[in-house]
């Protein structure tokens, strides 16, 4: 295969939302796609008819491009090899599975869903991992003619030799063998209801779609195993595996949405604000080092550099401070404009028409270092916006203060008389600072009135540059507020 064209893919399953897990898998297969000068595919394993959603399917593909990995084949693309929606493939499935019945690789199963619940029953009871026993492997003619006259609709049963070893070298964990033993027996492969299960499906659809690599999580080693023997049995080239590590929290348990909720999911940082260029970064290093030992770099700085060499065999660890700690890199690094066009939605509860454009840049430069996620926005520029400056009655008892109503009172006249260089930040700061040497006030004593009085807090952005974006009237009107309290 290594002479071919690098061709892999990515087959969520769309019975849920864009999992943290999927999308640094994603994220693997397309960087090797892209550092090999390959092809990426996007691929919707759906043959569950019970949880599959259109709006899961909607949820992956969003969060996939809002990541920025692109596909050249797949849903809504096309290309050679479609379809690839699985359910639109049930008889091609059924057709695949027919030559495995003539071939005497597989065999039409009559076992009905309580024999194999009891089946189950009786082994939990014994202490004995469960399995199908293959008492289905030889029936009789006769036999399987009862069990049609019965109305039992068959599926279709792989044959699992045993014993054997099933063996194979993987580009992330090395020599990898899994005895037969451990399969769990004859596997179905079709359901009675005609529908193609995984192992089986994604099979054929990989060999049907020519790729080369499989790329996926280290949970699919004894699905791999499975899938090499249908793969023998049907004649065909073994793709590449490479089995990527799990991502477990900070106690080491594995992410789930049944313990972490919505945390799991892309769209949950999508909606809090995080940079996907940060979230591509942090998944990417997770398991993953750059070659020269970077530790900050973009999607296509990371795409001329990955392999499957450098990625970790042990588990990678979610520590979403971390993940915090690149996000903040990116509020801050990334083009300004860009941050005001990705702030809009969250300020869309304010009339920005009260500020020019050029005003509004200002505001989200002056906070965006201070912020972790871009939702924080809202809260940190409220106070631009609001009619009436919202003070907690301990911050009233600075106003209150005789050395703070004199600093308002001369800084309200300090405007009137124009000294106050408005658009200048260090100006207006040196503004407040003259009025402070004139009463002998500096430090909290005299910042923090005027911080009070114009933003409700005695902490936050530069105070010149509160002064120059709030502009003259807006600060006299605050100022009078306040001394009117």
């Known amino acids: 295969m290594s002479t071919q064209q690098v061709r ?3 087959a969520p399953s769309p019975t849920g939302h864009l999992h943290v897990g999927t999308a640094r898998t994603a994220l693997y297969n397309y960087l090797y796609a ?30 996939l491009r809002w990541l920025g990995l692109d596909w050249e084949e797949g849903l809504e693309v096309g290309g050679p090899y479609p379809p690839y929606r699985q359910t639109e493939k ?25 024999e194999l619940a009891a089946l189950k029953e009786e082994q939990r009871a014994a202490g004995a ?21 019965e109305g039992r609709i068959p599926s279709i049963r792989f044959k699992v030799e045993e014993p054997q070893v099933v063996s194979w070298h993987d580009a992330v964990k090395g020599e990898i063998a899994i005895d037969s033993s451990d399969l769990g027996g004859d596997m179905v492969i079709v359901k009675s209801n005609g529908v193609a299960i995984y192992n089986f499906a994604v099979v054929v659809d990989d060999v049907d779609m020519h790729m080369t690599h499989v790329i996926r999580g280290e949970d699919h ?19 590449l595996f490479a089995h990527v590590p799990l991502i477990f929290d900070l106690e080491r348990q594995k992410l789930s949405k049944r313990k972490h909720g919505e945390t799991v999911h892309i769209d949950y940082y999508r909606k809090e604000g995080y940079m996907p260029e940060a979230i591509v970064n942090y998944l990417a290093q997770m398991s993953w080092t750059h070659p020269q030992g970077k530790e900050i770099y973009s999607l296509a700085e990371a795409a001329e550099v990955f392999d499957l060499d450098k990625v970790s065999k042990s588990p990678a660890v979610f520590d979403v401070a971390k993940l915090n700690w690149f996000n903040s ?42 912020l972790t996620t871009l939702s924080q926005i809202k809260g940190a520029l409220a106070f631009f916006f609001d009619e009436h400056v919202q003070m907690q009655p301990e911050l009233k008892e600075i106003i209150e203060k005789e050395g703070s109503r004199k600093v308002l009172a001369d800084l309200s006249k300090s405007i009137d008389e124009q000294s106050v260089p408005f658009g200048d930040n260090q100006g207006s700061k040196k503004a407040v600072d003259a009025i402070g040497k004139t009463h002998g006030l500096k430090g909290k004593d005299l910042y923090w009135p005027v ?12 105070l010149g540059a509160i002064i120059s974006i709030l502009g003259p009237e807006r600060v006299k009107q605050r100022l009078a507020t306040a001394l009117t309290t």
């Open 90 to 114: 049930i008889d091609h499935y059924n057709n695949i599975a027919s030559k495995l019945i003539s071939s005497q690789d597989a065999y039409l199963c009559f076992a009905t869903a309580e």
């Open 34 to 63: 892209r550092r090999h000068n390959g092809t990426f595919v996007l691929r919707l394993e759906d043959t569950d008819e019970e949880r599959s959603r259109e709006e899961y399917t909607k949820d992956i593909v969003d969060g």
């Open 8 to 10: 892999v893919r990515i």
């Open 329 to 370: 890199h990116y509020l801050r690094d990334l083009p300004l404009d860009l941050i005001v066009e990705r702030a809009m939605p969250y300020l869309a509860d304010f009339d920005l028409s009260k500020y020019s454009k050029d005003e509004i840049n200002k505001m989200v430069a002056l906070i965006r270092e201070s």
């Open 221 to 239: 080693i004894h699905n791999t195993a499975k899938q090499i023997l249908i793969y023998k049995a049907l004649g065909y080239d073994l793709p």
């Open 129 to 149: 991992a469960p399995r199908y026993d293959n008492r289905g492997r030889d029936l009789t003619e006769n036999q399987r003619k009862d069990y049609e006259k």
């Open 451 to 462: 911080r009070v009085a114009l933003s409700g807090s005695t902490a936050g952005p530069d």
